[in-house]
């Protein structure tokens, strides 16, 4: 299953996945692994860290943003 990390509780990362949200104990994530980080989440509820799109989502992200703003420079 894979899944995005929307946010931490507590001792758990709340992990939004197709089917909802899943909480994940943080000594189950990866190293490195932070709010917007996609994971592949197994049977034993341990995630791996899916790097690649991670990145991806993050330069998708980005270019929203940029768009966003270099938009509203013009509306001042």
């Given at each position: ?27 189950k994530l990866p190293a490195g692994a932070g709010e917007g980080s996609v994971l592949m989440i197994g049977a034993d509820s ?31």
């Amino acid at each position: 299953m894979r899944g995005i990390i929307d946010r931490f509780e507590g001792g758990f990362a709340v992990v939004e996945t197709d089917g909802g949200f899943v909480n994940i104990p943080k000594e189950k994530l990866p190293a490195g692994a932070g709010e917007g980080s996609v994971l592949m989440i197994g049977a034993d509820s341990g995630a791996s860290l899916d790097k690649n799109a991670t990145a991806d989502r993050e330069k998708m992200i980005r270019g929203m943003m940029d768009q966003l703003f270099d938009r509203s420079k013009g509306n001042d």
